[in-house]
Structure formats: C-alpha cells, structure tokens
C-alpha cells in the first residue's frame, strides 16, 4: 500500500507526543504530533441508516447489535473517550489502559514508543477538544477526519489534523489505523483483517 508520513502520535493517534513519523496505512500515530493547525474543519456528517421492513407496513429500525455512528455528536464523543484513554494510558505507562482503546499491534507500539512524551498535567476527558467529519459510518467501521487539540495537558500548540479509521472489536470502537490527510487510502482499513493483538 502507498507509504504516507502520519503525523499521528496522537491523533495517530495523533497529536501530542513529538514528531511526525513515516507510516504507511496500517501503522499508528504515535501519541499525537505537535502540530499547530489553525483551519478546523466543518462538522459534516455522511451516515448510513438501518432500515427494515415489517409485514404490513414499513417501520425504520436500528438493529440491537448495528452500532452505525448516525451524528459527528456521537462521533465525538466515541473519539473523545478512545483519545482520553490513549493519553491516560501514556501518561501512566499504562499497557493495559492502552489495550483498551486501539485493536491492531502498531497502534499498540506507537503508544508503548510514547511512554516517555511530555505532558503538563494529567490527561482529562474535558480537556480534549475535537472538530470532527464524518467520513464513512457503518455498523462495524467508522471513519472521520478532524482535528484534536489537547494543548491544557500537553502543552501549548499540540493540534493536529487527521485521519481516524475505528472498527467495532470486542463489544467497543477502537483505533485501528490513522493518516495524516483527508484523501489518503483508507478506504481498504475497513474491510482489512484485524489480527488478535499479542498477549500482555
């Protein structure tokens, strides 16, 4: 697959942590690039509803195990959590924390490689601002693009733009894969085979 510079160290989860990294579309940000961005993007939202038809008349249906993302309200708030456990799982040299939020070895890597990254105080959910975009939104896969800023608990200037790529593993979203653009290759992240992530 086409080889792109991720800044992801967090929001490759991309933001925050240093420094972009050369990834291609499975590898992880790290725990966030320092970036400063000043265009935020406008919240826009492309879903797919769940739709089912019944006997005599047709009735709209969300099915008990669809998880379909259907606002950038939910978005955000499924990206705010999976975020605040990231950096609460770094700041904490927390293994464990991290395995929580992310579903793929390199996301885990890229976390494990940030233990040491800077922060000013501890990681709060409050703290972590995003202006998101939905990208594509179905029961298993949901992907935005937006930007993160977390500068109360890393430092002035930890802003960063980028593409998010969750997937529904083991009853919760979790980070998958991250780009540093809005048109780079993610399409195939959807459909690409997870495998289990190492044991602790």
């Known amino acids: 697959m086409r080889r792109v510079i991720a800044a992801l160290v967090v929001v490759g989860l991309a933001i925050g942590v240093a420094v972009f990294w050369p990834r291609s579309s499975d590898d992880p940000p790290e725990a966030m690039a320092e970036t400063t961005t000043t265009t935020p993007t406008t919240s826009t939202s492309s879903t797919v509803a769940s739709t089912s038809t019944t006997g005599g008349g047709a009735s709209t249906t969300a099915a008990a195990d669809d998880h379909t993302v259907e606002t950038v309200e939910e978005a955000e708030a499924i990206l705010r ?34 233990f040491d990254a800077p922060f000013e105080s501890e990681p709060r959910l409050g703290a972590i601002q995003l202006d998101l975009e939905i990208l594509y939104t179905d029961r298993d896969c949901l992907v935005t693009w937006g930007t993160i800023d977390v500068s109360e608990f890393r430092g002035e200037g930890t802003v960063s733009q980028s593409v998010q790529v969750l997937r529904w593993v083991d009853e919760s979203w979790r980070f998958t894969t991250s780009w540093m653009h809005r048109d780079d290759l993610w399409e195939a992240d959807c459909e690409a085979d997870l495998s289990p992530l190492p044991p602790p």
């Open 81 to 114: 959590e999976l975020w605040f456990g990231w950096f609460e799982g770094i700041y904490n040299e927390d293994e464990d924390r991290i395995r929580e939020v992310v579903a793929t070895t390199q996301m885990l890597e890229a976390a494990r490689n940030a």
